[in-house]
């Protein structure tokens, strides 16, 4: 069974960065790709970055220009950093890890990490 764990949110004033971190029970290479997602109360879960094995990246309108998914080789992690953090980028932020096999989708989830954006 794969796990994915997240760490790094926490309470951060407007403007302020906040990074992310996403760790898999192997090695993050073997994905089709990893992204994170955020869900805010009474909202749809919803898109934040994505990277695939290919390297395609993807961002949600939201976030871009402020937001940057990377891959931390040496940690086996992927990264979420986030700058200029708004308000409204408050919610909590989950980790997954996608691949496919024989046809099958394979989803996995983190327990999610809040992130709190106020003065």
């Known amino acids: 069974q794969v796990q994915v764990v997240e760490s790094g949110g926490g309470l951060v004033q407007p403007g302020g960065s906040l990074r992310l971190s996403c760790a898999a029970s192997?090695?993050?290479?073997?994905?089709?790709?990893m992204g994170w997602y955020r869900q805010a109360p009474g909202n749809q879960r919803e898109l934040v970055a994505g990277?695939?094995?290919?390297?395609?990246?993807k961002y949600g309108d939201s976030v871009k220009g402020r937001f940057t998914i990377s891959r931390d080789s040496a940690n086996n992690t992927v990264v979420l950093q986030m700058n200029s953090l708004k308000p409204e980028d408050t919610a909590v932020y989950y980790c997954?890890?996608?691949?496919?096999?024989?046809?099958?989708?394979?989803?996995?989830w983190g327990q999610g990490t809040q992130v709190t954006v106020s003065s």
């Open positions: 997954n890890a996608y691949y496919m096999v024989d046809g099958t989708d394979f989803d996995y």
């Open positions: 192997r090695s993050i290479f073997t994905f089709d790709a």
């Open positions: 990277i695939s094995s290919d390297d395609d990246i």
